[in-house]
């Protein structure tokens, strides 16, 4: 006996289709929900008919084979389908397949369809199990075969044409312009979108339109594909072939212009030979506007008419209508203001229109413009008239009594303290920087509505704030004050708070996320944000489809309590199925992948994909992160996350040519000791002002080996300054986040301390570890040969000889900074400490051996009534470093005599030294002027101990004509000085001025002789201000100090002058950028 195999085919919506071309092109067009709607119904009464079968009962298997519909079926065959499926209702299903499917991973989606192997044939299954595929938007076209045998079993498979989803977006071959991101966004694709030839060609007409605007007439686009089906995603890359380069024929200009064809072209600067490009034709435009701008030509007309390309000669003729229209001219009778700010406040400029509805607005802003200037009755009127083809607009402005506004009186706050209303406010009374006050009609408005969204964010629903001015406050003429009545009302709390629909997640855990609950002060502004809190919650755990719906009811019973409840459609959790990265060409995958704040099978939270895109972008190694879900449509459980990068250039060459100025600077055109040492000395202890340019060379190779490690080299040319560097980063160094290890080797050769020029040849292995938030350890060990210059020595060496000779020095060091800070360029709130520790010793191959311990610590406090608005604050800020170096040995004498053995090991090199003094440090000295001098010729030698204490008061932004709100002063003391010593730190701290200044006697002495010493263990104090001036960089700044107690040291013999006593100088000037500290 032979067994039977029926086998029937339904096909919906093959790509070639087996029934009719009408029927398959709905089922291939529109939305993939459309297509399933309109197919299933189209297919609902056929479905018998479509799994067809010969119903014969021969045994030999030919008579059994399929039957396929290859046309539009008849009514005779729907009917016998009809009783074939009948005839199969009943069969078991032993399987169940996606027939040409390539995605690897299937297992799943068969697990969830309603019909499974082992149950009975039913037609709804069968439907059902359609749909849902078609839902999870992973197939273009869905086909049911079924295979039945003898045996009343039959295998259904579901054959399918899956979709591909674009995965990259890449252009080769942009001409820049157009660049190739410029290209990718013309064409609109999306990344994760569905591959679409029409879709395709659309872009791709997209991307030639802008290559023509650019001047590339005949290029030639070419896509290149990369499918990945085990994926179904797609690699789209598009190779441009620009052609030629179309140049600029004619500029023709139609219209009223009022200038010839020829000066057009030297005011846009388009002139025929030039190659097409759409900036450059943007630019001429907006030039030609700008010339009618000046001219007064307000309402002036240009525009690009047409265009004409000439094939033959592969030149573009731009055809201009430009109509140059009326003169405009704008005058202001009753009052002055700048021209400047005429244009911004009156906004036809703008516009490039004269209507009445931009005059109403310029009136209103000229009147608050008056108003901040103290002119609060001002009243603004315009008039409009036209006169031998001109326009004529006047603004009468009536300007009434000058006020200052003196007083804000606030009434009826009860809820709120005044401290926290004046947060929100605009309106300023009259201080010291601001003589009248800061007030008008618009900022009190704002204010008054500032104030009520305060209460009723707070529950005061009924609250209700009024204002009145009051002028001649007090009888005094002149004198404004602004009253705030607030009348609060009853305070609406809230009684309940319920959440429904929730299922993942807990009440408990929900309401933790909200602001709003039991007893707490109800408003709806507070539930729409406990809403969007909810969202985000949502969203970020996976749930892109939720939905939340808030509402609040009076609560029975009781007055002023509303019971609030949040219900939530939590849709379908969503899970990263596959993570798929493209664009790497030289960066190693673990690099990108130890950023990725999500994994395969993870919840899609939209917050830690933005904070992985971040993370990425911080690497600085890539140009471009896009993050995108694959099949974004599909109603499916687990997506891919797809991510396309682009690699920046791993090669930067930098160089800059500038000029670097430095006060107390090293002296020039004057005899050296060293040089001459019997010469009597001419050359000023306290240095002059050093002027130099400056030749800096760069490059850095990024992402070296792959691994975003960095290298760069840097070169510093100058007459003040040569130095060369070179390092080499690891970040996440040993696979940990928080450290980074830094190799640097560099030599430098710098005059920054008048009493020499060193030379030093340093390299340097740290590690920095990022603690906690705001808190990092640097541990690092160094090792340098330092050595004075002979040439540029300003004492005698002979007489200090340990002090100048070459030294080697190996120091490990460890250092902790805790900084807490607003903004480490502008600081205005919080703290920063620090400390830094290191020891030199033969142990680490040093000559010198000697400890290093430095402290800074800095605070800063802002204060202002009104603190918070536009950045108008008060900021005290002070700093307090204190330095110690002390030998671990026996020192020897200055002046003793050593052999080439001698470890140094008691004493600390000159180079090693402290010295201070500058912008950064103490203003009331020049660059490096503090402390201990040569007794011979009152150059600065530097110290083994440093106190330095700085305070500032900073002011709020000072508004000013033409710069604006871009100018703060700031009023500083320094105090310190450098110490022989560390010991004498302590004891010097009660000396206010020198001591002992009798024993500071110049001698007429040779080099050989001794001289008295003078006692510099004493703190030194400047007074002095500053300018501080906004930038996007920091402050630009500007500072002027004055030395209260300046050292006084004893000068040899000069020969026009003899020997003398000497003081450094008590008026000193610096120029830099950044705060001081």
Known sequence: MHSATHSQDLRLGSAKPEISVPFASILTTGSPWRRLAIGIGATLAMLAGCISASAQSSTTPSQFGPARITEQPTQSEVNRSGNAFARYSGYTISRIELKNAQRADQADLLKALPLQTGQMLDRDAVHAAIEQLFATGRFRTIAVEVTADSNRSLELDFVVDEKLFISSIVVYGAPRPPTENQLVNASKLQLGQEFNEDAIAAGMERMKSVLTENGYFQPTLRMNSSPDPQHQTI??????????????????????????????????????????????????????????????????????????????????????????????EVRIEGAKIRKGLLKKYVPIYEEGAVDEDLLTEGRRNLRDYFQTKGYFDADVNSALSQKNGRQLVIFDVDLGVRHTFSDLIINGNKYFPRETLRERMAIQPADALQRHGIFSAALLAHDTSAIAGLYQANGFGQVNVTSKTIDDYHGKRGRLAVQIDVNEGAQTLTNSVQIAGNEHFSSETLLEELSTAKGQPYSSYLLANDRDSVVSYYFDRG????????????????????????????????????????????????????????????????????????RLYDLSIFNQVDIA????????????????????????????????????????????????????????????????????????????????????????????????????????????????????????????????????????????????????????????????????????????????????????????????????????????????????????????????????????????????????????????????????????????????????????????????????????????????????????????????????????????????????????????????????????????????????VPHETTVSSSTPLCDFNYISQALGMGIRYRTPIGPVRLDFGYNLNPPVFPVRDNPTIGPYLDHTRRFNFFFSIGQTF
């Open 235 to 328: 690699g789209l890359s598009f190779v441009v072939e620009r052609g030629s380069h179309a140049r600029l024929g004619q500029v023709i200009v139609k219209g009223d212009p009022g200038y010839s064809a020829g000066k057009i072209r030297s005011i846009t600067k388009l002139h025929p030979g030039q190659p097409v490009s759409a900036g450059r034709l943007t630019r001429g435009l907006n030039r030609l506007r700008q010339k009618y701008q000046k001219t007064d030509r307000l309402e002036a007309q240009v525009a690009v008419a047409d265009r004409n390309y000439h094939v033959d000669t592969n030149k573009l003729d731009y055809i201009f209508d430009v109509n140059r229209g009326p003169i405009v």
């Open 543 to 614: 749930f892109p489809d939720v939905q939340v719906e808030t509402s609040a009811s009076p609560t029975a019973n009781q007055t002023n309590r509303e019971d609030v409840v949040f219900r939530i459609t939590e849709g379908k959790q969503v899970f990263i199925d596959k993570i798929l990265i493209s664009g790497l060409h030289y960066t190693r995958p673990f690099v990108v992948n130890r950023e990725f704040q999500v994994k395969e099978g993870d919840p899609m939270s939209q917050s830690r994909i933005l904070d992985t895109q971040r």
């Open 629 to 1000: 879900s694959g099949n974004p449509e599909g109603e499916v459980s687990r997506k891919d996350l797809l991510v396309q990068l682009e690699e920046a250039k791993r090669y930067t060459f930098d160089y800059g040519l500038g000029v670097q100025v430095q006060a107390g600077n090293v002296n020039s055109d004057c005899q050296k000791i060293a040089v001459n040492p019997t010469s009597t000395q001419v050359c000023n202890p306290t240095g002059a002002t050093g002027f130099s340019p400056l030749l800096t060379l760069g490059m850095t190779r990024s992402n070296f080996r792959g691994r975003d490690d960095t290298i760069v080299f840097r070169t510093d040319l100058g007459r003040l300054q040569q130095r060369a560097i070179g390092s080499y980063e690891q970040p996440q160094w040993l696979n940990r986040n928080d450290l980074t290890l830094t190799i640097t080797a560099f030599y430098d050769s710098t005059q920054d301390v008048l009493t020499f020029s060193s030379q030093r040849l340093e390299g340097s292995v740290q590690a920095l570890q990022r603690w906690r938030k705001g808190e990092t350890f640097l541990y690092k060990f160094t090792y340098r040969r330092v050595q004075v210059d002979q040439n540029t020595l300003q004492i005698n060496s002979d007489l200090i000889p340990l002090l100048s000779r070459p030294v080697r020095v190996g120091m490990p060091s460890l250092s902790y900074v805790r900084d807490h800070r607003d903004d480490p360029l502008d600081s205005h709130r919080g703290t920063l400490n620090a400390v830094d520790a290191g020891v030199a010793s033969k142990i680490f191959g040093s000559q010198a051996n000697y400890t290093r311990f430095f402290f800074e610590n800095s605070s800063y406090f802002t204060f202002a009534e009104n603190k918070n608005i536009a950045g108008r604050k008060w900021t005290f800020a002070r700093s307090t470093r204190i330095g110690i170096e002390n030998p671990l040995a026996r020192a020897l004498s200055a002046t003793q005599t050593t052999t080439a053995n001698d470890n140094l090991s008691g004493t600390v090199p000159l180079p090693e030294r402290f010295f201070t003094g500058g912008s950064n440090s103490h203003r009331g000295f020049a660059i490096n002027q503090a402390g201990p001098r040569d007794p011979e010729t009152g150059f600065p030698i530097g110290g083994d101990g440093l106190f330095l204490n700085n305070i500032e008061l900073r002011s709020p932004p000072i508004a000013l004509p033409y710069i604006g709100e871009n100018i703060s002063a700031v009023l500083f003391h320094d105090a310190g000085n450098v110490f022989a010593s560390a010991g004498d730190i302590v004891t010097s701290l009660g000396h206010w001025s020198q001591q002992h200044t009798d024993t500071c």
